[in-house]
């Protein structure tokens, strides 16, 4: 059974940074792309990050050039770095792998306020 499991989220000031990281078991993790969602209240949910596989990244453009999504395929683990935080940037993060159809996170709580 795939399961992931996101950490890392919190209260953070504009400015600050954060690193969220999504464990991965029930499955051979480096064989799939993953990626990063969020959701704010009263928005759909969005995609944030993906990282193929082969590590090929891309990036919603409210995020190009802040955002990081890696993945330590010996952890089965994959990473999102956040700088540059911005109060737009709360939303629950949710954790994705694509293995015909997509599984989730539970997600995990990202606040960007002073």
């Known amino acids: 059974q795939v399961q992931l499991v996101e950490s890392g989220g919190g209260l953070v000031q504009p400015g600050g940074s954060l690193r969220l990281s999504c464990a991965a078991s029930?499955?051979?993790?480096?064989?799939?792309?993953m990626g990063w969602y969020r959701q704010a209240p009263g928005n759909q949910r969005e995609l944030v990050a993906h990282?193929?596989?082969?590590?090929?990244?891309n990036y919603a453009d409210s995020v190009k050039g802040r955002f990081t999504i890696s993945r330590d395929k010996g952890k089965n683990t994959v990473y999102l770095q956040m700088n540059s935080l911005k109060a737009e940037d709360t939303a629950v993060y949710y954790c994705?792998?694509?293995?015909?159809?997509?599984?989730w996170g539970q997600g995990t709580q990202v606040t960007v306020s002073s």
């Open positions: 029930g499955l051979t993790f480096s064989n799939y792309a």
């Open positions: 990282i193929t596989s082969g590590g090929s990244t």
């Open positions: 994705t792998i694509w293995v015909g159809r997509q599984y």
